[in-house]
Structures are given as C-alpha cells and as structure tokens.
C-alpha cells in the first residue's frame, strides 16, 4: 500500500463537555476540558494515526488552547507546519451539551476566533504541492475567506491529478452563517469521495420529497464517484455508480459502550478516506471505518478516539 499526504483546512479549537447528561446551558454545571478538537483537526490526527501524512492548514491564536491544539496534533504524527499563530486573535472554543446521545447543542466561537482569520494567503505552495488529496469538513466552511482558500487549495491539487473529499458536518448553529449553504453546494461540484450522515442527504437533493436512493443515484450521475452514508449506531453503506448500475454495500453498527459520539463521523471519514485511498477495496475501507467510528464513540472527549490499524484490527477480531 502507498504511503499518501492528504491535508484538511479549517476549524482548530477546544472543547468543553457537559459532565451530565440533560445539562442545558442555561443554567451553571460542570465541563469537562480543554479537549483539542475541530472537525478537520480530527480528521487529521485519524490519518496520521493510520501512518499516513497529514498536514493540516489553519490558525490558533498565541494562547494555551492554540498550543495545546498543536502539541497534541504533533503528538499523534500530524505535520502542523500548516498551522499560523495570530497574535491578534484567540484559540477557537466549542462548549457541547448532550441533550441525549443523538441530540447535541453547541455554543461555538469559531468565525470569531483565530480560525476566522485563515485567508488563502496562509497556505503555504510547497506544502500544499505535498499533498494528493484534500478533505473538506462544511463545519469549515464559515468565512468567506476560508472558503476562498479552499477553492484555491482544491483547484491546485486537482490540477495535479488529487481527490477531494467531502464532509457536509452540518451543525443547526452554524446553518445561519450565509456563506455556508452556497458553499456546501459549490463543494459538492468537485468531491469524489462524499461522506454525508444520512440525516444530511435531503441538503443535496435536487427536488424535496426523494428517497434515499434517488438522491444517492442523482448525486452519483452528477460526477460523485463514491458515498459512504454514516448511519450512526445502525453502521454505514457505500455506493458507487459501475455500468450504469448503482452497488450498494453495508455493514451493521456494532454495540460498543457509547461514552461520547463527538468526532466518530471525522474518525469514519479519515479511516474510509485514507485506507480507500491506500489500495484497501471499498469493502474493507468500510469495514475499517465502521470500526474506527464504533471505537470512537468508547472514549470521551472529541480527539481521544483515534484508532491505529491494530487498534481496528483488534476490534474486529473481537466484534467479527
Ligand atoms: P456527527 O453528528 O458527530 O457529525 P456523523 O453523522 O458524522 O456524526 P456518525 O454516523 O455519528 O457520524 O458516526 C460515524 C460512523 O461511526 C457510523 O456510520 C458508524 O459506522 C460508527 N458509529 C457511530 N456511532 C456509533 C454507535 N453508537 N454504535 C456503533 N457504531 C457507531
Ligand atoms: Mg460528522
């Protein structure tokens, strides 16, 4: 298998978990935090996990949380090179509440933050030359000035023959961000591997009222070559478009012990994405994912899930 460099953009922050469930956040309890975290920050340290190159591009401010982000990130192998410090501007936050194990609420800082300031500007060429496949979170798409820089990122390294992948990680708090649902369309144009939830699939339908299938089909004949659908704790599907007919494959969710469910859809994307792209078929790259993302929801804490290929391989061993 071939050793890649896939890089992400975007959200770098810290997390602050709810200690019990139903807390609300209109009334003082306890958090539990600083966790390192962002959606592409995740995804990154999956990859690196996996022993693949990761780069990741974005900002932190010059404060603890930005550098605990960047110690933890190096830690896990990702190459941080990508990630600026600005004096003028803090570490991005995330507070989550679990309202229950499907439903969370958040109080992002993120536009505001230093992650806003990322302009394509920042990227540097000789590392985004690195790099044969990029992998874009909707979670990142919330300045127009990061968007700008991901249509830079993803036009140089499809001229070079890369990949795009693409997360919608659609979050109802961040839907009124104007620049997100354009953009989430404008992604969609260039993705080869998508990577939605399937409660997301009705934002990229053509018409309301589709099924499933014809929505996975339509996107399919639109130019997406493959879709891996999260199903949550009822596991993932891929499908793919060959001779005119739609293939379908499946793998049931296992029953771990679930202590958080933040960051199993970035550790699924990352495990789908890399193994896939490495040479692994597309059954086995599911199978892995639908693993990594299971292993994900046993620990707490966004980032702490991460699985090494053993880690997966021992899983399934034991969960056949
Ligand atoms: P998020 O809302 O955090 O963005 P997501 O929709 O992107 O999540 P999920 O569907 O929650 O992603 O999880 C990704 C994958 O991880 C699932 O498709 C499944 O393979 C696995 N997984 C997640 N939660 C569970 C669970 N409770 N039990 C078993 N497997 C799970
Ligand atoms: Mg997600």
Redesign the pocket.
Known sequence: FVTLTICTMGELLVEFLSRSPQQKFTQPGEFIGPFPSGAPAIFAAQTAKLSHRAIIFGCVGNDEFGRLNIERLRHEGVITDGIHIMENAVTGTAFVSYRSQQERDFVFNIPHSACGLFTAEHIEPGLLQQCSHIHIMGSSLFSFRMIDAMRKAISVIKAAGGTVSF?P?IRKEMLTIPEMAQALDYIIEYTDIFLP?ESELPFFARHKNLSEKQIISDLLQSGVKHIAV????R??SYYQQENGTMQELHFD????K?ID??G??DC?GATFVTLFLSGFPAQKALQY??AS??L??MQQGPMEGISSLGDIENFLSHHP
Request: positive net charge; charged residues 15%.
């Open positions: 997360d990680n939830s999260k199903r949550g704790q596991g993932a969710g296992h029953k771990p679930t469910p933040t199993a859809g699924f994912a639908n993302g299971a994900a929801v």
